[in-house]
Structures are given as structure tokens and as C-alpha cells.
């Protein structure tokens, strides 16, 4: 299974991105898939999960209200709508995917993405 996350990029506070995460290798149906976000000296942190059924997400409390998780299983994809950036969201971005329990806990995923870098300017 392999994940490549893409959508990173150069945004002002207040604006939007799009990030995606394709997976190859087994279908999107099989999985819990999860966003996290790593800052520079800080942990790895839960922003968001979408459940194996496609009918369950999740938030952190941080992101709820502006970030949007969704998916294309015919594409075998996963999104992250981000909007109302702000300058904490600065971050790299990694898509995970698993079969969990709690989909807020990193190491219960099994697979990552290599990450995307985010930078808000204010």
C-alpha cells in the first residue's frame, strides 16, 4: 500500500488549500484514512479522519468549521478542504491510512504518506 499526498503549498491567512492523497495498492473502501499535521519542533498532530465506510469523519477540535474531509473512491482518493487558513496551520501534512479504533491516534495507523508542506502567511 502506498499513499502520496499533494496539495501543499504557499497560502495567505484566510485563504484555502486542497490537499489529496491518492492511495495505490487496495482499495480506499478498506481503510480508515486520517490527516495529521506535523509543525517544526512539535508532534504529530490529529487533524482529521473519514471512516472505511465513507460516512463518519472526524475533527480536531483546532480544525472543525473550516477543514472538510472527503473522498473519491472511483479515483481512490482522499481530500482535505482547508479554508480560513491561518499562520498555525503552518505545518507538513501527512495522510494515513488503517485499520483503527481511534482514528485520532497516529500510531493505530499502519500506513503514510511522505507529507506536504503548508505555510500560511498572515
Known amino acids: 500500500v502506498q499513499l502520496q499526498a499533494s496539495g501543499g503549498g504557499l497560502a495567505q491567512g484566510g485563504g484555502s488549500l486542497r490537499l489529496s492523497c491518492e492511495v495505490s495498492?487496495?482499495?480506499?473502501?478498506?481503510?480508515?484514512m486520517g490527516w495529521f499535521r506535523q509543525a517544526p519542533g512539535k508532534e504529530r498532530d490529529f487533524v482529521g479522519a473519514?471512516?472505511?465506510?465513507?460516512?463518519?469523519?472526524y475533527y480536531a477540535d483546532s480544525v472543525k468549521g473550516r477543514f472538510t474531509i472527503s473522498r473519491d473512491t472511483a479515483k481512490n482518493a482522499v481530500y482535505l478542504q482547508m479554508n480560513s487558513l491561518n499562520p498555525e496551520d503552518t505545518a507538513v501534512y501527512y495522510c494515513?491510512?488503517?485499520?483503527?479504533?481511534?482514528?485520532?491516534?497516529?500510531?493505530?495507523?499502519?500506513?503514510w504518506g511522505q507529507g506536504t508542506q503548508v505555510t500560511v502567511s498572515s
Open positions: 494515513a491510512a488503517g485499520w483503527v479504533n481511534h482514528p485520532n491516534d497516529l500510531y493505530e495507523y499502519d500506513y
Open positions: 495498492g487496495r482499495t480506499l473502501s478498506s481503510f480508515n
Open positions: 473519514i471512516g472505511w465506510r465513507g460516512d463518519s469523519t
